[in-house]
């Protein structure tokens, strides 16, 4: 039962850390789309440029939110 155990907790890491390199990955493709996006809707209207800088810092916040989740649950999966 123990030998089942200890041979369990390098796949938990193994787990740990393909989850959390996913986890930032798609954090940095989704930032990476909103701001290109508003980019191109800042130039497209420039009267707009306030509006879209503070929706563009909420989706941001939002999509680092749930990497730095993701994290944490990796790293209890490790540590735990």
Do not use: H, W, Y
């Amino acid at each position: 039962m123990i030998s089942v155990l200890l041979s369990a907790i390098p796949f938990a890491n193994l787990g740990a850390a393909i989850g959390g390199g996913l986890a930032v990955i798609g954090a940095g493709i989704g930032i990476g789309k909103i701001g290109g996006q508003a980019m191109d809707a800042m130039a497209r209207q420039p009267e707009k440029i306030n509006d879209l800088r503070s929706n563009m810092i909420v989706a941001a916040a939002l999509i680092e939110g749930v990497a730095f989740f993701a994290i944490i649950i990796a790293l209890t999966a490790l540590f735990v």
